[in-house]
């Protein structure tokens, strides 16, 4: 499933968008993780600054397995997950695809293998368009400091953002 803009998850679910910024210049990452509530308010999140990441896919990757950890550690259920990233998508959905790409299988491995603890939870792709404040978090946690959670209020960095409640 595609979609260009966000859109509320079914009543009951949760969102959870989530995005990787890479730094070629520092081999760094940043990863920004959203959830809203099936009202399309923010409801928690997190951000994180990775050091020694590989590619733009590797941080996607991370994005994931910090997003699964992330939901099963606080209980939310059912999850919609959303990325920017089709390989990871692909990874999660098919576990063979992931071993036939070996950089990274083992991290995508990972990230299916928290997944298959989560029934009934879906991954899906959605455009960075729909992604936005996923995005802004990544990035902000590039050009910022290690891992920082927010429950129940929205982070400075999207105060008065159309992409959030």
């Not at 966000?6 to 760094?28: E, H, I, Q, Y």
């Not at 990775?50 to 994005?63: D, G, K, Q």
């Not at 990325?83 to 990230?111: F, R």
């Amino acid at each position: 499933m595609r979609s260009s803009i966000w859109k509320r998850p079914p009543p009951g679910w949760f969102s959870v968008c989530l995005d990787g910024a890479f730094d070629p210049n520092t081999m760094s990452g940043g990863v920004g993780i959203v959830v809203r509530d099936w009202h399309g308010n923010f409801h928690s999140g997190t951000t994180c600054s990775i050091a020694h990441v590989s590619s733009p896919a590797h941080i996607e990757a991370i994005a994931g397995l910090i997003a699964c950890r992330f939901v099963l550690d606080h209980g939310l259920s059912p999850v919609k997950f959303e990325t920017e990233s089709v390989q990871l998508v692909q990874a999660v959905s098919s576990p063979s695809w992931s071993s036939d790409h070996l950089q990274l299988g083992q991290s995508y491995e990972d990230v299916a293998d928290l997944f298959i603890q989560l029934p009934g939870c879906s991954f899906t792709h959605i455009f960075r368009e729909g992604n936005e404040a996923a995005q802004k978090l990544a990035l902000w946690a590039l050009a910022s400091q290690p891992c920082n959670v927010y429950f129940f209020s929205t982070p400075p960095i999207l105060e008065g953002s159309p992409s959030v409640r």
